[in-house]
């Protein structure tokens, strides 16, 4: 497996980065935690944007600093794209685009500005001058540039932290699409945590200029506990492969024994949400609040998905009980219920039971 090394004791004025891991340098690594946590100076140690004395930084077997040997950023081929844009305000999209391509050799240049263009759906905006650009727009251009580096390796610091919700929510397919089609591993920082659940693959959870805990995305999600939940829902992912429309206009995900349905009018692409594995399967977020369980299927309700599963644990959590199941094809599956409806209904581990979930709250 492609790795990256990492070691680094980093005294600064009033702030240690106390590093020594290992991570994976494929798919994409998402570095969580709050603000000074240490996220972007680990980001800026990969990148070499910082020369740390006696750090470690090997990527795949390239040993970009050991000691006193240090090799700085333009040779590590590494692509960075931060909260803001930085575009060149002289120059159109275009000419933006192509800026970092031209300085490439011949002979590395793996993608070509048309496949990037394609990726990104940069075709409409190609010659508008950068200033005309939204939000979104402008840090889809920024990451075709960084791409068109022909990097080995993609550094994101915080990159849609400028950008509205709606504006975020259009970007973030955009990011799966890349890692499915040129195999670039990412590493991004963010401490929002829909951003890791869309996007990671691996989760890096920083505090106090230390890595406390690093997982697969799956692994960390099971985890109430898990500082990604730390004032927000409680949230599952569920991987599956897109079928067609049906005449409803509904949208399947089928896994092994499983069907989840998204509702008619859902914005729903082949790309978005896709896995790094380019094989059309796609993760969906559900809310363990919007999970509701029944002793058997119910026929003469709205509720589209009932799903059959069968009850791992029961686990206080706030005010409510959290109830983990494992459905029909493996996957784990969270439900957060009342005390009430737990003592009503009986739960206990091992029980079989219908988990119901509404196709319009499916993110």
Known sequence: MAQLRLQANWQRKNFNLNIDTTLPAQGITALFGRSGCGKSSLLRLIAG???????????????????RSFIPLH????????????????????????????????AERRLQPDQVIRMLELQTILTQPVNSLSGGQQQRLALGRA???????????????????????????????????????????????????????????????????????KTALADPQSPLFDGSDITSLFFGKAG???????????????CIWLGAGTEFRSNDVMDNTNTGEVRLCIRAKDVSLALRELPDISIQNQLSAQIIKLQPYLQQILVTLKLADGQLLQAEITPCAAAQLQLQPGMPVVALIKAIVIR
């Not at 944007?49 to 000691?67: E, S």
């Not at 040779?75 to 300085?103: D, K, M, W």
């Not at 920082?189 to 691996?202: F, N, Q």
Request: glycine fraction near 6%; include cysteine; charged fraction near 20%.
């Open 147 to 217: 791409l068109l580096a022909n990097p080995q390796l993609l550094l994101l610091d915080e990159p849609f932290a400028a950008l509205d919700s709606q504006s975020k929510t259009a970007i973030l397919p955009y990011i799966r699409t890349l890692v499915s089609e040129t195999k670039v591993p990412i590493i991004f920082v963010s401490h929002d945590s829909r951003e890791v659940e869309k996007l990671a693959d691996h989760l890096v959870l920083m505090d106090g200029g230390q890595i406390r805990q690093q997982s697969d995305i």
């Open 75 to 106: 040779q590590r081929r590494i692509g960075l794209v931060f909260q803001q844009a930085s575009l060149l305000p002289h120059l159109s999209a275009g000419q933006n685009l192509r800026y970092g391509f031209e300085r490439v050799p011949a």
């Open 49 to 67: 944007l910082d020369t740390i004395p006696a750090a470690t930084v090997v990527f795949n077997n390239q040993q970009w600093q050991t000691g």
């Open 244 to 258: 067609k429309v049906d005449q409803w206009g509904r949208h399947p995900v089928f896994s092994d024994g499983c």
